[in-house]
């Protein structure tokens, strides 16, 4: 399977001025956002909390995290940021686009807007 990459600008709530804008990754084994750390001092993001996080090798560790808004795909969310090195490539995490209802298609490797945001879990009968 391949990756799908996505467009998103970064931007400080309480500057909305003050954006970065990127390629990023669509992480869909990813909950939370990352940007390089560097990209999110520039536009005045500090670190709010710390969060353990499991990398793929099942290995933890500790992050700092903050809340921005992230725009993509002509749409806006407020999100969980993770402060990532300053040399990561930008990852699209899960919860930003399930928050404005675009689904991942794996086949295709694209993004498809949901008709309706989901409100609640799906449930099987």
Excluded: C
């Amino acid at each position: 399977m391949g990756t799908t990459h996505v467009t998103v600008t970064i931007r400080n709530p309480a500057h909305p001025e003050k954006s970065w804008e990127g390629l990023f990754l669509v992480g869909t084994g990813a909950i939370d956002s990352l940007v390089p750390k560097n990209r999110l001092e520039a536009i005045g993001l500090r670190p709010k909390a710390k969060r353990i996080y499991e990398l793929a090798d099942g290995s933890e560790i500790k992050m700092d995290i903050t809340t921005g808004d992230i725009e993509f795909m002509g749409e806006i969310v407020g999100g969980t940021i993770i402060f990532g090195d300053a040399g990561s490539g930008p990852i699209l995490g899960l919860t930003a686009l399930e928050s404005v209802g675009i689904d991942v298609d794996p086949r295709n490797q694209t993004l498809k807007r949901m008709p309706a945001t989901r409100l609640k879990k799906l449930i099987p009968i």
